[in-house]
């Protein structure tokens, strides 16, 4: 018999434990099977040879009447018993070699990894497909650490681009994480996930049939990003339907009029050092700003807000808990994400916490200083090894990258999100449109919180532009430059003092046509 051939798509794992109580496990493969599922692992660790026997022999006749092919856990001497599609094995059980030699050269063989190393071995061994993770948190398991998006992106890039082994992410999937994963799952050379494991999310589900739906949905739009996304980077061109720069620039009187129309309400998770300041330039702007750090309203707050800021200036567990619930609820909701990583390379703390936030969800903008860039740049790797601007408390030294637009396009297309580096001279892309801004003043860099404010203003015109974020971190950065500019000038600044007074001044003075006329704005080829 030839070996199935198998859609990896929407993967099952069965955990009796974990099954919900209004339903047997095999009323739950089955409804999981008419909700999507195109693969079935049974995994029973409990249960002695003879009773996982009986059960498999049950489940393989659910799953052979819907022809999805079912592999089982770990136990060879099951998969063999009742003819199984397949087995799964971990890294501390039988080698993968050893069980190819048992199972024969047409069952399926799939392999547990969580290193790169670990999927090279697999390949080599003659693995079908592997299972990566954890991705994340899990009821099921323990793990010393998670791979998030970015950790699984990682190891899709260590294996050929040629190879025919499949990939399975697996660990913490549900349906609100599914996208995400997916989308960045695409590396460099273009591997996407070929599928997603899941245990909790559909045999715990009230309905296994509509939360199998809901995951298979997810799965599939996240492919389908992440294929466009390849594509794209590949064409290096701008998408259809994005604005060119100089309609950008065009449109900016129209961008500030209607932010003070609509003054749109940003959820502000920020530093308690400059939360007065933010708070207060994004009312001058126009805007409407609530500071609310607790996680317990973060998804109530979600409905009814246009933007948030994740700023990580003064880390607390409770800031950060908020930050996880506000940037996931807001993402749920389709409200743009502005993430300040503030002082991202100056610990290791803020550097898990950067690292984590990226993981967790996605962000749509990400703003900060050529150290913070630079330790985003680290975190998410690929291309060639990028230059490290060392970081001094919050603050970026050294004279910077020695291409920053080439840097911020790198990472723009990478993530898929808007990169904006501050600076002497402020660099932003969405990897396609790169521009170097070259409005501002001295003063901007020797007050608290400029770098703040700047990410509230973005905040807010990305709350007004939300289908093109670009336009709206141009926007936020020119607005609060050319407000710095004015206020360097007035008769009553004497230094930096008297400058921070008057800029909140210039913010709320500024009009919609100095924003055209006095932009300085270059288009950058990378």
């Known amino acids: 018999?030839?070996?199935?051939?198998?859609?990896?798509?929407?993967?099952l794992v069965t955990d009796s434990g974990l099954n919900h109580p209004s339903r047997t496990l095999l009323q739950s493969v089955e409804d999981?099977?008419?909700?999507?599922?195109?693969?079935?692992?049974?995994?029973?660790?409990?249960?002695?040879?003879?009773?996982?026997?009986?059960?498999?022999?049950?489940?393989?006749?659910?799953?052979?009447?819907?022809?999805?092919?079912?592999?089982i856990n770990d136990n060879l001497e099951v998969a063999l018993a009742i003819d199984a599609e397949g087995a799964h094995v971990g890294q501390d059980d039988i080698s993968c070699v050893e069980a190819r030699r048992l199972l024969g050269p047409n069952k399926i063989l799939g392999i547990s990894t969580g290193t790169t190393e670990e999927a090279q071995k697999a390949l080599a061994d003659g693995a079908d497909y592997i299972g990566i993770g954890t991705c994340f948190m899990t009821q099921t398991k323990s793990p010393k650490r998670t791979l998030g998006p970015i950790g699984v992106r990682a190891i899709l890039e260590a294996l050929p681009a040629e190879s025919e082994m499949k990939t399975v992410v697996?660990?913490?999937?549900?349906?609100?994480?599914?996208?995400?994963?997916?989308?960045?799952?695409?590396?460099?050379?273009?591997?996407?996930?070929?599928?997603?494991?899941v245990v909790t999310g559909i045999v715990g589900a009230q309905d296994a049939k509509v939360a199998s739906e809901q995951l298979l949905s997810e799965f599939k739009i996240g492919h389908e990003l992440a294929s466009k996304k390849h594509q794209n980077n590949i064409r290096g061109t701008v998408q259809d339907g994005r604005a060119s720069v100089e309609d950008v620039i065009k449109s900016f009187p129209q961008m500030l009029t209607t932010l003070r129309e609509k003054s749109p309400l940003t959820h502000h998770i920020?530093?308690?050092?400059?939360?007065?300041?933010?708070?207060?330039?994004?009312?001058?702007?126009?805007?409407?700003?609530?500071?609310?750090?607790?996680?317990?309203?973060?998804?109530?707050?979600?409905?009814?807000?246009?933007?948030?800021?994740?700023?990580?200036?003064?880390?607390?567990?409770?800031?950060?808990?908020?930050?996880?619930e506000a940037g996931k609820h807001a993402n749920a909701q389709s409200k743009p994400v502005v993430f300040d990583p503030v002082g991202a390379g100056a610990t290791k703390l803020r550097e898990e916490t950067t690292r984590k936030i990226l993981n967790a969800m996605h962000v749509d903008i990400i703003k900060g200083n050529a150290g913070e860039i630079s330790t985003i740049a680290k975190i998410i790797g690929g291309g060639?090894?990028?230059?490290?601007?060392?970081?001094?408390?919050?603050?970026?030294?050294?004279?910077?990258?020695?291409?920053?637009?080439?840097?911020?396009?790198?990472?723009?297309r990478r993530e898929g999100a808007v990169v904006a580096m501050t600076g002497m001279i402020d660099y932003v892309s969405d990897g396609f449109r790169t521009v170097a801004i070259e409005n501002g003043h001295a003063y901007q860099g020797r007050?608290?919180?400029?770098?703040?404010?700047?990410?509230?203003?973005?905040?807010?015109?990305?709350?007004?532009?939300?289908?093109?974020?670009?336009?709206?971190?141009?926007?936020?950065?020119?607005?609060?430059?050319?407000?710095?500019?004015?206020a360097a000038t007035r008769a009553d600044v004497h230094g930096p003092g008297t400058f921070r007074a008057a800029f909140i001044d210039e913010i709320a003075n500024l009009t919609p046509q100095q924003m055209l006329n006095d932009a300085r704005i270059k288009t950058v080829t990378v």
């Open 1 to 11: 018999m030839a070996k199935p051939t198998v859609d990896y798509s929407l993967y």
């Open 32 to 71: 999981s099977i008419l909700g999507g599922v195109t693969l079935v692992q049974l995994r029973e660790k409990d249960l002695d040879t003879p009773a996982f026997i009986e059960l498999a022999r049950k489940v393989h006749a659910v799953t052979k009447k819907h022809n999805v092919p079912l592999l």
């Open 170 to 197: 697996i660990g913490g999937i549900k349906h609100d994480n599914t996208r995400r994963v997916v989308t960045h799952s695409a590396g460099a050379h273009g591997r996407i996930v070929d599928g997603i494991a």
């Open 270 to 324: 920020s530093n308690y050092v400059v939360m007065n300041d933010t708070a207060n330039a994004t009312l001058a702007l126009g805007g409407s700003p609530i500071m609310a750090p607790s996680a317990i309203e973060a998804e109530d707050l979600s409905k009814v807000v246009s933007s948030v800021v994740l700023n990580i200036g003064t880390l607390t567990d409770s800031f950060v808990d908020c930050m996880y």
């Open 384 to 412: 060639d090894k990028t230059e490290t601007i060392a970081m001094r408390g919050v603050d970026s030294m050294g004279s910077g990258f020695s291409n920053p637009a080439a840097i911020v396009q790198a990472i723009a």
């Open 447 to 486: 007050i608290t919180g400029s770098g703040c404010m700047i990410a509230s203003s973005i905040a807010s015109f990305a709350a007004i532009s939300p289908n093109d974020h670009f336009a709206a971190a141009v926007a936020g950065i020119v607005a609060l430059n050319l407000a710095g500019e004015h």
